[in-house]
C-alpha cells in the first residue's frame, strides 16, 4: 500500500491560522440590545434592535426602520432621550437603553391644567357638567 501524499500543515502554521481568527474575533465590534420607541395618538411602537456598542442614538433611530414607518419624524425638530430624559442625537448608547423619540407638544400641559382647574371650579358640588 502506498502512502497517498496527502498535505497536512505544521503546528506553527495552524497556530499562526488560529491567532488571526482570534484578532478578527477580538476586533469585532461587540454587539448590545437597545430600544426604539415612538408614539402617536392611535400608534404606539418599541422597537428592539441590536447595534454595535459605541452606538449613539441617531444610529440606533435609523437603523430601527422608524423613520421609514413615520415619515413625520425630523431628527431636527423631533427632540430625543433616554428613558425619558432628554438627549443629543450623538449620545452614546448602552446595552438595554430605550431610546425615545419625542412628538412636538400640540397644547402646553400648564395651560390646559389652568383651564381644567378653572372649568371645575365652574360647577358646584353634586352637579354634573352635562346639565
Do not use: W
Not at 23 to 31: G, Q, W, Y
Amino acid at each position: 500500500m502506498e502512502a497517498s501524499a496527502v498535505s497536512h500543515p505544521d503546528r506553527a502554521e495552524m497556530k499562526g491560522e488560529m491567532e488571526n481568527k482570534e484578532a478578527e474575533v477580538n476586533t469585532a465590534p461587540k454587539k448590545m440590545v437597545v430600544e426604539v420607541a415612538y408614539a402617536e395618538p392611535e400608534t404606539q411602537v418599541v422597537i428592539p434592535l441590536t447595534v454595535d456598542e459605541g452606538a449613539t442614538l441617531e444610529q440606533a433611530i435609523r437603523q430601527s426602520g422608524v423613520l421609514e414607518t413615520f415619515p413625520d419624524i425630523d431628527l431636527a425638530v423631533n427632540k430625543v432621550g433616554v428613558f425619558g430624559k432628554l438627549g443629543k442625537l450623538n449620545q452614546v448608547l448602552r446595552e438595554r437603553d430605550r431610546v425615545e423619540i419625542y412628538r412636538k407638544l400640540i397644547a402646553d400641559p400648564k395651560a390646559v391644567r389652568k383651564q381644567r382647574a378653572a372649568e371645575g371650579k365652574k360647577m358646584r358640588k353634586g352637579e354634573s357638567s352635562d346639565q
